[in-house]
């Protein structure tokens, strides 16, 4: 039985593994659980699981999550700093890094440090740290697993397949709420039309990064560190369907490509259950109600951010820390109604200009990078 993690099990990831934990309760054992700010859900998530620990990082949320559980045999935490802390408990098999943001990287960095495995959905975690995650896994012995549709469907794809046959990785992406809107009109996008996904339902930071599509950007750098593949070898295809949810060509131009529902129960189970497969407790795929499956290339006009996030790769060094930090600074600042959409692409290529790049930079100089821009935006009133 294999004894889980969640960090975030109050978010749509979190939510989905808890449910394929119950329909696999001879299988799993949940550990513990943790949440930000929504101590209500993860009380009713604690009375129905009972897991060994429970960890609220607003610590004025602790006293009643406390009041709460007092009665079962549970033992409850509070602050960022307990969640880092508990991310590497040894007990644990694996941990499911769920977190939305930044806030991700430090607990996968504690489980690295500890040899617990990861299934990753905590995309930031990779773009601000890859190599130093994968330099500390390498000692450590832990595995990290994709939870992303994209990057499940590419790991599936590979499965069995010799490494230098592999000649590009192809990520698909549905093109978000504004595939076929009128450039000219961005400026008047307002929060409730980038929050309108076509196809998943998601927290409000990853749906506005599918809306600019950074999101593509991000999960570009993630499969860089994720598959150890050049960036020349990566591309991205719009597909509005979302039901082909990436493909690999080979050598010899046959191409791979894994199907499902836009549904993320699928790769999270299988992050899950590897090497094994188990049977599904959800919808399957229905080819023959498909009316169609079409693909077109992004418009990287409309959508500077993935132009953005392709150049940081390329730059490499510490350039997509800025990327990542200053994008989550911008969409939060469009969440709060202080920038425009259009606004966000906008900020995040002033903090690029502005950086003076670090090698080879350890936990302390991506921290010491996120500080300086944020101090910076914060200042200007940039975000």
């Known amino acids: 039985m294999k004894k889980i993690g969640i960090l975030g099990s109050t978010g749509s990831i979190g939510k989905n593994t808890l449910n394929i934990i119950e329909s696999n309760s ?33 610590e004025d949320k602790y006293s009643l999550l406390k009041s709460e559980l ?32 930044s806030k991700g990287m430090l607990p996968s960095v504690s489980a690295c440090k500890n040899g617990v495995d990861i299934a990753l959905s905590n995309k930031e975690s990779l773009v601000m740290a890859g190599d130093y ?14 939870v992303d549709s994209e990057h499940s469907a590419i790991w599936q794809c590979i499965q069995g397949e010799k490494e230098q046959n592999i000649q590009k990785l192809i990520l698909t992406g549905s093109g978000g709420p504004f595939l076929n809107r009128d450039l ?16 998943w339902s998601m927290g409000k930071k990853i749906t506005i990064d599918s809306a600019t599509m950074m999101n593509k950007g991000l999960e570009i750098i993630e499969a860089y560190h994720l598959f150890n593949i050049p960036q020349e070898k990566i591309e991205v295809v719009i597909h509005p369907q979302s039901i082909i949810h990436s493909m690999v060509e080979f050598i ?14 699928l ?45 940081s790769l390329k730059l490499g060094k510490t350039y997509p820390v800025v990327l990542n930090v200053a994008n989550e ?26 950086h003076n790049p670090i090698e080879n930079a350890d936990i ?17 009133k940039l975000g």
Request: charged letters at 25%; proline letters at 5%.
């Open 70 to 101: 007092s009665k079962l045999d549970i033992q409850v935490m509070s602050g960022y700093d307990s969640i880092v802390e508990i991310a590497g408990l040894k007990e644990v098999d694996i941990v499911v890094n769920a977190i939305v943001g």
């Open 26 to 58: 001879d299988k799993f054992e949940l550990v513990y659980i943790t949440a930000k700010t929504q101590v209500k859900l993860l009380i009713e998530q604690a009375k129905k699981f009972k897991p060994k620990f429970v960890v609220i990082a607003d």
């Open 267 to 311: 790769p999270i189970q299988y992050a899950l259950s590897y090497p094994d497969r188990f049977v599904a407790n959800f919808d399957n795929l229905n080819l023959a109600k498909l009316k169609e499956l079409t693909f077109f290339e992004p418009n990287y006009e409309k959508f500077p951010s993935l132009k953005l996030a392709l150049n």
């Open 364 to 380: 302390d100089a991506i921290l010491d990078i996120e500080t300086d821009i944020t101090n910076y935006l914060h200042y200007n």
């Open 133 to 146: 995650l994968y330099s500390l896994a390498k000692k450590s012995g832990t595995k990290i697993f994709p």
């Open 184 to 199: 000219k009109s961005f400026a008047d996008i307002t929060v409730n039309d980038a929050l309108k996904h076509p196809n």
């Open 329 to 354: 600074l911008a969409v939060y600042s469009f969440i709060d109604n202080k920038i425009k959409f259009t606004d966000i692409p906008k900020i995040v290529e002033k903090m690029l200009n502005r």
């Open 252 to 265: 010899d131009s046959s191409v791979k490509a894994q199907l499902g529902l836009p549904d993320m129960k």
